[in-house]
């Protein structure tokens, strides 16, 4: 679709504006100035007087000749900054260019104008500044366009949250940990994170594990001197599982002697995803250090599916590993599903939770499919057949039903750019069985140091809520050549921070 949008100059209005387009077109071609034949013209204008923003949007389909019109005002307080003021504009002109773009399409966008990848956290923010929820939903409802239903499932979540972590807006005081071990068996064709293969790298490995002994034990000493309690520890990759067990076990030992009180850590999980780094050693290793909480990811039951994503595994391993798993006295087993894989549809996502059903893990998260850019599956589109979006969408409402009558209930949600459907993330779990990490990572009210590769540290400032990101490099020889600055840089922001806490205590 070749779209010229006029009236808008300001290049502030550039990033959101695609961003909505590509919402509505999978190829969309969003111009600012004119252009030969476009095939729909957009004219969008702005007025703003005594405190009201007013924009309308005017769009004509070139073939059809039809025109459709929207129109939306906002109060600026007479108070706002100009950032604020910017702001208000912007989402006056983001929702007129939404409506016109509905009409044109008949699609209906359920989370709106919204495009930010944590809608709880703007809702768990409504709720701390004091306003009631009815206040809030009519917010999200009225600024943001939000559907009803999308609404209900975001106040289910935070309430589920709030349930399982009482003092959520008070851990800012305690930190939590994520480790990144960047190593796979082979790389999957959809995947984007720091991961790459084990075969044949073994001294890579342990020079990665040095550095990560290294940067355990200096964060820990700097907890440690602080008194700052760590709430929870996540392993995360690549595949946790990957290296060896003798390499586990040391890597634990390791966490309980540098980390402060592990014992009261309130849950450590380890991703086990893939199915075939999973042995029963390693099993012992994680039972050995009371690991909680392990991962196995089937993402589809299906074999050519898995075949054609490049995970090296059969559906039949993930059963046994998970078997295996129960066995050896794992009882809180994490399973991620992808709905929308190449090649499948209603029919293989049915199969995929019929199987599911046979194991009944006590977490279950369900991903719609996003084509990241780097991965290999988004450069080379073509070669991989998704279902249409109806499609998408009916695979979403399946396992909303399917995980409702099993007995889960959504705990937390996330969204990202590009993601099939502009549809969700969503983490399942039988009630009790929730994940406070994953609670912590997409509602940042504390501090999470990120250790190892391709880990990100997000510095959450004890007062304004600001954060501050600093990234570990993603590649084990940049990390092999830069562990030492990279710790002591992030125990510089955590001295920062933590003195500014301290002062108002
Ligand atoms: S198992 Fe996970 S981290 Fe490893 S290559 Fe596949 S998607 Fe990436």
Same mark, same amino acid.
């Given at each position: 679709?070749?779209?010229?949008?006029?009236?808008?100059?300001?290049?502030?209005?550039?990033?959101?504006?695609?961003?909505?387009?590509?919402?509505?077109?999978?190829?969309?071609?969003?111009?600012?100035?004119? *252009?030969?034949?476009?095939?729909?013209?957009?004219?969008?204008?702005?007025?703003?007087?005594?405190?009201?923003?007013?924009?309308?949007?005017?769009?004509?389909?070139?073939?059809?000749?039809?025109?459709?019109?929207?129109?939306?005002?906002?109060?600026?307080?007479?108070?706002?900054?100009?950032?604020?003021?910017?702001?208000?504009? @912007?989402?006056?002109?983001?929702?007129?260019?939404?409506?016109?773009?509905?009409?044109?399409?008949?699609?209906?966008?359920?989370?709106?104008?919204?495009?930010?990848?944590?809608?709880?956290?703007?809702?768990?923010?409504?709720?701390?500044?004091?306003?009631?929820?009815?206040?809030?939903?009519?917010?999200?409802?009225?600024?943001?366009?939000?559907?009803?239903?999308?609404?209900?499932?975001?106040?289910?979540?935070?309430?589920?949250?709030?349930?399982?972590?009482?003092?959520?807006?008070?851990?800012?005081?305690?930190?939590? *940990?994520?480790?990144?071990?960047?190593?796979?068996?082979?790389?999957?064709?959809?995947?984007?994170?720091?991961?790459?293969?084990?075969?044949?790298?073994?001294?890579?490995?342990?020079?990665?594990?040095?550095?990560?002994?290294?940067?355990?034990?200096?964060?820990?000493?700097?907890? @440690?001197?602080?008194?700052?309690?760590?709430?929870? *520890?996540?392993?995360?990759?690549?595949?946790?599982?990957?290296?060896?067990?003798?390499?586990?076990?040391?890597?634990?030992?390791?966490?309980?002697?540098?980390? !402060?009180?592990?014992?009261?850590?309130?849950?450590?999980?380890?991703?086990?995803?893939?199915?075939?780094?999973?042995?029963?050693?390693?099993?012992?290793?994680?039972?050995?250090?009371?690991?909680?909480?392990?991962?196995?990811? !089937?993402?589809?039951?299906?074999?050519?599916?898995?075949?054609?994503?490049?995970?090296?595994?059969?559906?039949?391993?993930?059963?046994?590993?998970?078997?295996?798993?129960? #066995?050896?006295?794992?009882?809180?087993?994490?399973?991620?599903?992808?709905?929308?894989?190449?090649?499948?549809?209603?029919?293989?996502?049915?199969?995929?939770?019929?199987?599911?059903?046979?194991?009944?893990?006590?977490?279950?998260?369900?991903?719609?499919?996003?084509?990241?850019?780097?991965?290999?599956?988004?450069?080379?589109?073509?070669?991989?057949?998704?279902?249409?979006?109806?499609?998408?969408?009916?695979?979403?409402?399946?396992?909303?039903?399917?995980?409702?009558?099993?007995?889960?209930?959504?705990?937390?949600?996330?969204?990202?750019?590009?993601?099939?459907?502009?549809?969700?993330?969503?983490?399942?779990?039988?009630?009790?069985?929730?994940?406070?990490?994953?609670?912590?990572?997409?509602?940042?009210?504390?501090?999470?140091?990120?250790?190892?590769?391709?880990?990100?540290?997000?510095?959450?400032?004890?007062?304004?809520?600001?954060? #501050?990101?600093?990234?570990?490099?993603?590649?084990?020889?940049?990390?092999?050549?830069?562990?030492?600055?990279?710790?002591?840089?992030?125990?510089?922001?955590?001295?920062?921070?933590?003195?500014?806490?301290?002062?108002?205590?």
């Amino acid at each position: 679709m070749k779209i010229q949008l006029n009236g808008i100059q300001d290049e502030r209005f550039v990033r959101p504006l695609t961003h909505i387009t590509q919402l509505f077109f999978e190829e969309a071609d969003l111009h600012f100035e004119h *252009i030969d034949n476009p095939e729909l013209i957009v004219d969008i204008k702005i007025h703003e007087n005594q405190n009201i923003v007013t924009a309308n949007a005017n769009a004509t389909h070139q073939l059809t000749t039809q025109t459709y019109q929207a129109e939306f005002q906002q109060d600026v307080p007479s108070n706002a900054t100009e950032k604020e003021q910017f702001k208000l504009v @912007k989402s006056t002109v983001s929702y007129v260019f939404l409506t016109v773009l509905q009409e044109v399409t008949g699609m209906v966008q359920q989370w709106g104008i919204l495009t930010g990848v944590r809608p709880t956290k703007l809702l768990h923010m409504k709720l701390q500044e004091g306003k009631s929820k009815e206040e809030a939903h009519a917010e999200l409802r009225e600024d943001y366009k939000i559907q009803e239903h999308k609404i209900e499932l975001m106040q289910s979540i935070v309430d589920r949250q709030l349930k399982v972590i009482p003092d959520l807006y008070e851990l800012g005081k305690e930190v939590s *940990i994520y480790i990144g071990i960047p190593f796979c068996p082979t790389k999957c064709a959809y995947c984007t994170f720091p991961a790459y293969a084990i075969n044949g790298k073994q001294g890579k490995v342990d020079s990665f594990l040095g550095g990560l002994h290294y940067e355990i034990r200096e964060t820990g000493r700097w907890l @440690k001197e602080n008194n700052i309690a760590i709430t929870t *520890i996540y392993y995360g990759g690549g595949t946790p599982t990957s290296i060896t067990a003798e390499e586990m076990d040391l890597l634990y030992e390791e966490m309980y002697e540098s980390f !402060p009180s592990v014992e009261k850590v309130r849950e450590i999980t380890v991703e086990a995803g893939r199915p075939d780094t999973i042995t029963p050693e390693k099993l012992d290793v994680l039972n050995k250090w009371n690991i909680d909480r392990i991962s196995i990811n !089937p993402q589809s039951y299906i074999q050519e599916t898995l075949k054609a994503i490049g995970r090296h595994h059969t559906v039949e391993e993930t059963i046994n590993k998970f078997h295996l798993a129960r #066995t050896m006295g794992m009882n809180n087993i994490n399973m991620d599903l992808i709905i929308g894989l190449p090649g499948e549809g209603v029919k293989e996502f049915q199969y995929t939770l019929d199987e599911t059903e046979k194991l009944m893990p006590e977490s279950l998260t369900v991903h719609t499919l996003s084509f990241k850019r780097a991965s290999e599956m988004t450069q080379n589109k073509e070669k991989y057949k998704v279902a249409e979006r109806s499609e998408i969408t009916q695979m979403m409402d399946l396992a909303t039903n399917w995980t409702a009558t099993h007995g889960y209930v959504p705990y937390y949600l996330y969204r990202q750019k590009n993601i099939l459907g502009n549809l969700e993330n969503v983490g399942y779990s039988l009630p009790g069985q929730e994940s406070i990490y994953n609670i912590m990572i997409m509602e940042e009210k504390q501090t999470i140091i990120g250790l190892g590769c391709g880990a990100s540290s997000k510095f959450v400032h004890p007062e304004t809520g600001k954060i #501050t990101r600093f990234a570990n490099p993603k590649d084990p020889k940049s990390y092999n050549e830069g562990f030492k600055k990279y710790t002591e840089d992030k125990i510089k922001i955590l001295n920062e921070l933590f003195d500014i806490q301290k002062s108002h205590v």
